[in-house]
């Protein structure tokens, strides 16, 4: 590979842009959703996620994240549905109340959009989990767009959107006779319901229960958990897998880590002749809830990105489609129905190679998509580092991306 410009160049503005960020001795102050926040050397959300913010597409009722938001909230009929809250979080929220370690990669600026060094983009819903459960909240859902520095390619966006549930037991007699009751009704629905399910032992050592968890009630939570999203899976897949008449929906349970609960699980669907993740789940740590103030109880959670399941059932092949205002993409879609979407784009994707020396400090594949996310907006369906290359005499390094345009409303 060349170092330097390829044939086709991009506009220098990016470039001065690259260095630009990274040296302003006073940033101008950051607009967002009608609030100016001061901006210091942490500050790097973009303008392109600045115009994202307040859309709210999971509010739209005839909006397919809209539409399975819906969907969701109506199978947890009796849990407290809460959507609307505010994006701007502390790092402390968003992090540390949940037990984050201090040298967990999200907290990177490389991975997370910071405003300034005490205040950031929410990169999960579970940001808002203390000041939930604080509130007394024992049954409830929250719905929130979500924001992460992420790579270029059908399938990620920086923008995207979760849905998170929660429910709290009294950890006495009481909350056992309550899981006891619940576990039996969900027990007997399940069993007469067309699903086959790949289950994982509720506590393992390698999935440990708590220590301040009363082992019985620990083991009740998780199935209780379990059989809940089993249910679930019914509604959101039931009839839609994919699958010969009569052949029932498989789900498997995973083992798996999250900083938040433990045990945890991941839960997968068979769905169109493949296994596909749908979400994480656990059991809630217990200083999350002594931080909330709700002592003696117990608590699961779960936690979809509503991208990744819509994709799923509404045949839709490009994450940018989600961010669509074209009437041929919002016209296919009815509030309370899911159908397939039908393509309309009839061009064909073309692709142009740059390649440039790194600034002394670096350049993360990051920053580069943040950049071409400004310049071109969706136009690129994603961006590939083809070839990387460290000149033998002055040890100055290059890369060389693909960029692959592809528009999916022309």
């Known amino acids: 590979m060349t170092a330097g410009f390829s044939q086709t160049r991009f506009p220098r503005h990016i470039f001065r842009t690259i260095l630009c960020r990274r040296c302003y001795s006073t940033r101008p102050p950051v607009s967002l959703l009608g609030q100016q926040y001061p901006a210091d050397a942490t500050t790097n959300i973009t303008s392109a996620i600045i115009d994202k913010v307040g859309r709210n597409l999971y509010m739209n009722p005839s909006h397919p994240l809209g539409i399975l938001q819906s969907l969701i909230s109506s199978h947890f009929h009796n849990f407290n549905s809460m959507v609307g809250l505010p994006p701007v979080v502390t790092p402390a929220q968003n992090f540390d109340d949940l037990g984050f370690p201090p040298d967990h990669p999200g907290r990177a600026a490389t991975d997370s959009y910071y405003i300034n060094k005490d205040l950031m983009l929410r990169t999960h819903t579970s940001a808002h989990e203390v000041e939930t459960f604080a509130r007394g909240e024992r049954k409830w859902l929250l719905s929130a767009d979500v924001y992460r520095r992420d ?224 310049t071109v907006g969706d136009l690129v369906q994603d961006v590939v580092l083809i070839d990387s290359f460290t000149h033998p005499k002055s040890n100055r390094s290059s890369k060389c991306y693909r960029i692959n345009y592809c528009s999916m409303d022309r």
Not at 197 to 218: C, S
């Open 151 to 374: 790579e270029i390619d059908a399938s990620h966006y920086p923008v995207f959107h979760q849905m998170e549930g929660a429910r709290v037991f009294s950890a006495d007699a009481a909350g056992r006779a309550e899981l006891e009751d619940d576990n039996a009704r969900l027990a007997h629905f399940l069993a007469r319901s067309n699903i086959v399910i790949e289950d994982v032992p509720h506590i393992t050592p390698t999935n440990p229960r708590q220590d301040v968890h009363d082992p019985v009630m620990a083991g009740l939570v998780a199935l209780n958990l379990k059989q809940s999203l089993n249910s679930l899976m019914l509604t959101l897949f039931g009839d839609r897998a994919g699958v010969n008449e009569g052949e029932p929906l498989r789900v498997r349970w995973i083992e798996a880590y999250f900083p938040f609960t433990t045990p945890s699980y991941e839960v997968e669907v068979f769905f169109c002749g493949k296994w596909l993740e749908i979400l994480g789940c656990g059991v809630v740590q217990q200083r999350t809830l002594d931080r909330s103030g709700v002592p003696d109880s117990i608590s699961w959670a779960f936690g979809l990105g509503l991208e990744r399941i819509a994709m799923i059932l509404f045949s839709i092949p490009d994450i940018r489609l989600f961010w669509s205002q074209d009437p041929r993409f919002i016209s296919q879609f009815t509030a309370g129905e899911i159908n397939t979407f039908k393509p309309y784009s009839r061009y064909p994707a073309c692709y142009k190679d740059i390649s440039f020396w790194l600034p002394d400090a670096g350049l993360h594949d990051n920053d580069f998509c943040d950049l071409v996310r400004d």
